[in-house]
């Protein structure tokens, strides 16, 4: 009895930590001293990676990080901060599985409060250290916009959006309206778009009740085809924007170059279209892809996860990473239509965000991927 009891004591806690774990995971930084949270997001996926079974469509993108690993390793270019590196985005990947299989994440009241005291306790202590220290347009006028001195403002401004909507999902209206507030100081207006066309898709009952009653394959497919259209049609789109350089010369610009995404940089790559440039590896770091010939300037594409993957990991990665978005929209379509907007929301603010926004994409699409039978969301 006592052992079983003993047994049973560790498993709560083990339990209570590892949802602490994931609270603490979107902490990125406070007044400029950075706490990288998004170690802990990793390190979850690879204990989650052992738990439970593994769901197919997930294996896709760890095919994609073994043959680039295999090829570096061949090359003996296989740094041990590259190494760290692919760890750590096939972590990533584990937390979307971990999320999908635990339904106990985020299913508490008191996990939504110690998420808002981090996030607005991180965004007291940039505008007490910094303050506002950048100006931004918005309806015409300029007005003071927090910057942070870590680049905080993207990573917050997903996690604070998708985070009003599970509060608002489960009807925690009062936390939903203080992380609104929150995400106020930022004034990013890709979070904040994306934020007002998922809301109706989770509040409004009109549109619930529609989605509901329409024909299931029909909504599926429609959904389907719109996403895969969005992934093919912007690489084409990147290559259709300068044209005033041959189409191999704008292929090889997005291969051949580290876009900045404020990561570490490691040493390794192909720098081939198919197999990609490598691990943030590049001639160059930079901050544009092409010369917009309508608007006579760059076009300014460094936030975006798609880039990222097709630049670094090659065309091939890029068709494996959209076919997990797919069927990850595909499963959202089976769930309660609540977790539609969730999941519009992440993938829409992860086109215009970079990748400090991970914990907020991961985190939607593993509650996306549960299913009905599991999503209490």
Not at 21 to 30: N, R
Not at 253 to 258: A, E, G, K, V
Not at 332 to 338: D, F, G, H, I, N
Not at 339 to 345: E, R, T, V
Request: hydrophobic share 50%; charged share 15%; net charge positive.
């Amino acid at each position: 009895m006592l052992k079983r009891r003993l047994a049973i004591r560790l498993k709560s806690t083990e339990n209570f930590l590892v949802r602490l774990l994931v609270i603490l995971s979107h902490w990125k930084s406070i007044g400029g001293l950075t706490i990288y949270g998004h170690l802990l997001m990793p390190l979850l996926g690879v204990i989650g990676l052992f738990r439970g079974r593994i769901t197919p469509i997930l294996l896709l993108p760890f095919i994609a990080i073994f043959i680039n690993a295999m090829g570096f390793l061949l090359r003996h270019e296989l740094n041990a901060e590259s190494l760290a590196r692919l760890v750590q985005l096939t972590g990533c990947v584990g937390f979307c599985h971990f999320i999908a299989q635990d339904k106990s994440i985020l299913s508490q009241r008191w996990e939504y409060v110690l998420l808002f005291l981090i996030t607005a306790t991180a965004l007291l202590g940039e505008l007490f250290v910094v303050g506002p220290d950048q100006f931004r347009n918005v309806l015409g006028r300029s007005v003071p916009r927090l910057s942070g001195t870590q680049e905080g403002v993207n990573f917050l401004a997903a996690t604070v959006g998708f985070l009003s909507l599970l509060c608002v999902a489960r009807r925690y209206y009062i936390l939903a309206f203080l992380f609104v507030l929150c995400g106020v100081p930022t004034l990013s207006r890709g979070g904040l778009l994306a934020f007002l066309f998922a809301l109706p898709f989770v509040i409004a009952p009109q549109i619930r009740w529609n989605i509901k009653h329409l024909n299931p394959s029909l909504v599926r497919k429609t959904f389907t085809y719109a996403t895969v259209s969005v992934l093919l049609l912007y690489p084409v789109a990147l290559l259709a924007m300068d044209l005033n350089h041959s189409l191999v010369e704008r292929i090889d610009d997005l291969s051949t170059h580290r876009f900045n995404f404020h990561i570490a940089y490691a040493k390794i790559g192909s720098a081939h279209p198919l197999a990609g440039v490598g691990y943030f590896q590049g001639v160059e770091s930079v901050e544009f892809v092409v010369d917009d010939s309508l608007a006579f300037r760059k076009f300014n594409e460094a936030h975006s996860i798609y880039l990222q993957v097709w630049s670094e990991f090659g065309i091939v990665s890029y068709l494996l990473f959209s076919c997990m978005i797919t069927y990850s929209c595909r499963r959202s379509l089976a769930t309660r239509s609540k977790d539609l907007g969730c999941l519009i929301f992440a993938l829409i603010s992860f086109m215009f965000l970079n990748g400090l926004s991970a914990w907020a994409f991961w985190l939607a699409i593993g509650i996306a991927i549960r299913g009905p039978e599991h999503n209490d969301t």
